[in-house]
């Protein structure tokens, strides 16, 4: 177990009316308890708390008048991680997957893994199945891209990065979830809070599912997951954005954290050999 102080600053220039929904609250389960948990904002603005899609993300919901709105959360997490040795690991018959789990295997708005099939059958296809294989996807992911702020944006695909070879978090991401769909491995977007993250920021990564748990990667290797947080769960990050603004605001400001409360409590890099999970 490992302690870990999430938070986040924000501000935004309101000039209209503006309706927010903002899902940065760090996730509820049976391996992230959540303690000493905030939530300001100034004005002193009623919101809405409650939950959306079929992870059950935890969002706030809100309407303000012109402004400039500041928004502060803060909250303590206990995780609870389980390691595996990554030897043992392999891929799942689709016919033996849960069928909970079979949305995960299809295209998405950002993740279209039916255009990416003939690549990856013949790039990872002769992989070795499991683990390993969504490990030899990561690889060439971070080897083949360049990680650069401002390359893509809000309407950037997995085919867009796949084709300039350039993108942050949330591109590696969308790419390796559709190499994995490609694949008939089922794959979904993971957005939170990321110990020893530099710039640190709102972190991008995924979850394959594997045997008969879902297994936590990131093909940045910007930060070990034994330290992620998990905010939202989905699809793409089309299901997980830290906010959605109907209206018109501006984010003039922005500070993300995750800090372990004991030092050393989080590896500097991943331990190698072993799978981390920290949902079912």
């Known amino acids: 177990m490992s302690t870990i102080q999430v938070g986040c600053d924000l501000t935004y220039s ?15 389960t049976a391996h992230q308890n959540i303690s000493d948990e905030t939530l300001q904002l100034n004005p002193n603005i009623q919101y809405e708390a409650s939950s959306l899609g079929m992870e059950d993300i935890q969002v706030y919901r809100l309407t303000v008048e012109p402004c400039e709105l500041q928004l502060n959360y803060r909250a303590k997490v206990d995780l609870y991680p389980e390691i595996y040795d990554t030897s043992g690991i392999i891929e799942t018959g689709y016919s033996q997957l849960p069928i909970e789990v079979l949305p995960y295997l299809n295209p ?17 296809g002769h992989s070795q199945p499991g683990f390993s294989r969504v490990t030899a996807i990561c690889d060439w992911i971070n080897g083949s891209l360049t990680y650069q702020s401002g ?53 991008g990564f995924f979850e394959a599912y594997l045997g008969s748990r879902w297994y936590l990667f990131d093909a940045t290797r910007m930060a070990p997951v034994e ?10 990050a089309a299901d997980a954005s830290f906010s959605t603004v109907i209206g018109a605001a501006t984010l003039t400001y922005m500070a993300v954290w995750a ?15 072993s799978a981390v999970s920290t949902t079912n």
């Open 14 to 28: 309101v000039t209209s009316t503006t309706s927010f929904l903002f899902n940065l609250a760090a996730a509820r």
């Open 108 to 124: 998405s708005r950002y993740c279209e893994s039916d255009r990416l099939t003939p690549f990856a059958l013949k790039k990872f």
């Open 151 to 203: 390359s893509t944006d809000a309407s950037s695909s997995a085919c867009d990065v796949f084709i300039q070879r350039s993108g942050v978090c949330r591109d590696y991401a969308h790419l390796a979830i559709a190499l994995c769909r490609a694949l008939c491995i089922p794959a979904r977007y993971v957005s939170g809070y990321a110990v020893g993250l530099q710039p640190p920021d709102f972190h």
């Open 227 to 236: 330290g992620f947080v998990r905010i939202g769960t989905g699809r793409d």
């Open 259 to 273: 800090e372990p409360i004991t030092p050393n409590q989080i590896p500097n890099q991943p331990m190698p050999q």
